[in-house]
C-alpha cells in the first residue's frame, strides 16, 4: 500500500477560475429567497412527546425494586377482560393521538392557504 498523495502537491496550489454568475443562478438565489419559511413539524413534536413521556414513566417504574414489584403483581393479577380493556385502551389513546396531529396538519394547510 502506497502512501503516497493521488494529486501532486504542486497541482493544489493552482487556483481554478472563477465562473460569472448567471442569471439562472441569480434568479434560483430570488427564488428561494421569496419561498415561505418551513413549517414546524407538530406530528413529530406530538409523538416524540408521547414517546418520552412512556419512556420516562417506564424508567421512573422500573427503577426501584417495590415500583417493580408492585408492576409484577399487577401484571400476574390481570385477567383476560382486564388485558383485552388495557390493549383496547391504548389503541384509543394512539387514535386520539393521530387525531390530534391530523387536526393540527389541517390546521397548518388551512393557514398555509389564507396566506
Do not use: K, Y
Not at 504542486?10 to 472563477?18: A, H, Q, R
Not at 434568479?27 to 409523538?47: G, K, M, Q
Not at 408521547?50 to 393479577?77: H, K, Y
Amino acid at each position: 500500500m502506497s502512501t503516497e498523495p493521488t494529486v501532486p502537491l504542486s497541482d493544489l496550489n493552482e487556483t481554478l477560475p472563477m465562473d460569472e454568475p448567471t442569471t439562472a443562478a441569480l434568479d434560483d438565489a430570488s427564488a428561494r429567497l421569496s419561498s415561505p419559511a418551513p413549517r414546524t413539524r407538530w406530528a413529530a413534536i406530538i409523538w416524540g412527546v408521547c414517546f418520552a413521556a412512556v419512556a420516562w414513566f417506564g424508567i421512573w417504574m422500573l427503577s426501584a425494586t417495590t415500583r417493580q414489584n408492585a408492576i409484577t403483581d399487577w401484571f400476574a393479577s390481570l385477567s383476560p377482560g382486564t388485558m383485552t380493556a388495557t390493549v383496547l385502551l391504548g389503541v384509543g389513546v394512539l387514535v386520539l393521538i393521530s387525531g390530534l396531529v391530523g387536526l393540527i396538519r389541517r390546521m397548518q394547510r388551512r393557514g398555509l392557504a389564507t396566506d
